[in-house]
Nanobody
Framework: QVQLVESGGGLVQAGDSLRLSCAASGRTFSTMGWFRQAPGKEREFVAV???????SYTDSVKGRFTISKDNAKNTVYLQMNRLKPEDTAVYYCVGDLFGDSWSRSERWRYWGQGTQVTVSS
């Protein structure tokens, strides 16, 4: 059984940092990423990494968020710095991209249960 389990969410103040982790089990993923969904909004692409070497980010997090991957642990991380209230959302880990449209949620086969990140102003 394939599972993605996120951890590390919480309540922080604007300007603080958080590090999300996502441990995969049941199979190995070379490509993993993060999406987020704020209340009343559609699910949004955040970041993706290909084997921990190549990365891509949505514009609103560039320069603040860093995605990384420990291939030995089959775990992906999202280091979030200088957090803003608009980063408040449930963050989902994803694995197994099919196709090239990594920013589209329907292109990812496996999803974690999500972890809540709340940034107060």
């Amino acid at each position: 059984q394939v599972q993605l389990v996120e951890s590390g969410g919480g309540l922080v103040q604007a300007g603080d940092s958080l590090r999300l982790s996502c441990a995969a089990s049941g199979r190995t993923f070379s490509t993993m990423g993060w999406f987020r969904q704020a209340p009343g909004k559609e699910r949004e692409f955040v970041a993706v990494t290909w084997s921990g070497r190549t990365t891509s980010y949505t514009d609103s997090v560039k320069g603040r968020f860093t995605i990384s991957k420990d291939n030995a642990k089959n775990t992906v991380y999202l280091q979030m710095n200088r957090l803003k209230p608009e980063d408040t959302a449930v963050y989902y880990c994803v694995g197994d991209l099919f196709g090239d449209s990594w920013s589209r949620s329907e292109r990812w086969r496996y999803w974690g249960q999500g972890t809540q990140v709340t940034v107060s102003s």
